[in-house]
C-alpha cells in the first residue's frame, strides 16, 4: 500500500524568505504525485503535479517541485514567500489505479 | 458555473435531524469523491464513484449514506450524526477514478455542526 509523510507539520518563515516543504512517499512503481494548497475554509487547489519526464516541475503562483527517486521525495520549494502564501499544503500519490492517498498536510504561516 | 460546486457552504444540525449535501461538477468527469477533513486530523476518504457506481467506500457509518445519480451529481445523505461527526466535508472529481495521472478538482467544502 502507498503512504505519503510530511515530516513538518507547521512551518514558519519570514516573507520574503525562501521556503521548502517536505514530502515523502512509499509506493513500489513510479507514482503520480500532486501538490495541493488549502486556503482556510476552502478546498484544495493543485498546485503542481509529476508523472514522468523532467523531475523538475513548475506549479502555479511560483511553486516548484523536484521528484527524487533515490530519496522517495517530492519537495515543494519557492525562492521568495508571499504572505498569501500562507495557507495549508498537502502532497498527495496516486497509484496505477487511480488511488490516492493524501499526507496530512503541513500548515505554513508568513511573518511580515 | 464551473468546477465544482456544493451546498449548503455551512449547515448546522441536530443529532435527530436528516440533511443532505450536495456537490455538482460542470467539467465532465467521470469520478467524484467524498471526503472528511477533520480540525487537527488529516484528510478522510469516505467514497468514491466511478460512472455513478461506488468503487471504494472506506468503513463509513452507515449513518452517511452516498448517491450518485449522475457522473455529474453527489450527494451525502446524513442522519442520526454525532457531535464527533462535525467537519469540514469536501467534494471532488477527477476525470477517472481507476486509472493513474488524474488530479482532483475540489469543491470549497460544507462546513457541518452537529449539535
Known amino acids: 500500500a502507498q503512504s505519503v509523510t510530511q515530516p513538518d507539520i507547521h512551518i514558519t518563515v519570514s516573507e520574503g524568505a525562501s521556503l521548502e516543504l517536505r514530502c515523502n512517499y512509499s509506493y513500489g512503481a513510479t507514482p503520480y504525485l500532486f501538490w495541493y494548497v488549502q486556503s482556510p475554509g476552502q478546498g484544495l487547489q493543485l498546485l503542481l503535479k509529476?508523472?514522468?519526464?523532467?523531475?523538475l516541475v513548475q506549479g502555479i503562483k511560483g511553486f516548484e517541485a523536484e521528484f527524487k527517486r533515490s530519496q522517495s521525495s517530492f519537495n515543494l520549494r519557492k525562492p521568495s514567500v508571499h504572505w498569501s502564501d500562507a495557507a495549508e499544503y498537502f502532497c498527495a500519490v496516486e497509484n496505477n489505479a487511480g488511488k490516492s492517498t493524501f499526507g496530512d498536510g503541513t500548515t505554513l504561516t508568513v511573518k511580515p | 458555473e464551473t468546477g465544482v460546486t456544493q451546498t449548503p457552504r455551512h449547515l448546522v444540525m441536530g443529532m435527530t435531524n436528516k440533511k443532505s449535501l450536495k456537490c455538482e461538477q460542470h467539467?465532465?468527469?467521470?469520478?467524484m469523491y467524498w471526503y472528511k477533513q477533520s480540525a487537527k486530523k488529516p484528510l478522510e476518504l469516505m467514497f468514491v464513484?466511478?460512472?455513478?457506481?461506488?468503487?471504494e467506500n472506506n468503513s463509513v457509518p452507515s449513518r452517511f449514506s452516498p448517491e450518485c445519480p449522475n457522473s455529474s451529481h453527489l450527494f451525502l445523505h446524513l442522519h442520526t450524526l454525532q457531535p464527533e461527526d462535525s467537519a469540514l466535508y469536501l467534494c471532488?472529481?477527477?476525470?477517472?477514478?481507476?486509472?493513474?495521472?488524474?488530479?482532483?478538482?475540489f469543491g470549497p467544502g460544507t462546513r457541518l455542526t452537529v449539535l
Open positions: 509529476y508523472f514522468s519526464g523532467d523531475t
Open positions: 464513484y466511478n460512472f455513478k457506481e461506488q468503487t
Open positions: 467539467l465532465g468527469h467521470n469520478a
Open positions: 471532488a472529481s477527477s476525470q477517472s477514478g481507476t486509472v493513474g495521472s488524474n488530479e482532483q478538482f
